[in-house]
């Protein structure tokens, strides 16, 4: 399984962005999908995520701002990012479960005035 990641880039305080991951290759059926961060100096965490059925969980940092989505018919997650703070700029990890856990390879959000 690969996943490609897009949506990232420089905005704003305030601003939004929505974070893309399309999964390819042999997929039979994803299970929990997942977008994780990695700010300069910190570790890997979780951002949010999605079960197949859409039952989803997030990090307190993120609640009420953040929303995780999916769409299983193209084996797509999303990440649509709200209220953006300096404190959210990190590079972004989507992750999908099959049999293993897959990572694709990170796109960059920059949040700066």
């Known amino acids: 399984v690969q996943l490609q990641a897009s949506g990232g880039g420089l905005v704003q305080p305030g601003g939004s962005l929505r974070l893309s991951c399309a999964a390819s290759g042999s997929i039979y059926r994803i299970n929990d999908m997942a977008w994780y961060r990695q700010a300069p100096g910190k570790q890997r965490e979780l951002v949010a995520l999605?079960?197949?059925?859409?039952?989803?969980n997030y990090a307190d940092s993120v609640k009420g701002r953040f929303i995780i989505s999916r769409d299983n018919d193209k084996n797509t997650v999303y990440l649509q990012m709200n209220s953006l703070k300096f404190e959210d700029t990190a590079v972004y990890y989507c992750a999908a479960n099959q049999y293993g856990v897959f990572w694709g390879q990170g796109t960059k959000v920059t949040v700066s005035s």
């Open positions: 999605i079960t197949r059925g859409g039952s989803t």
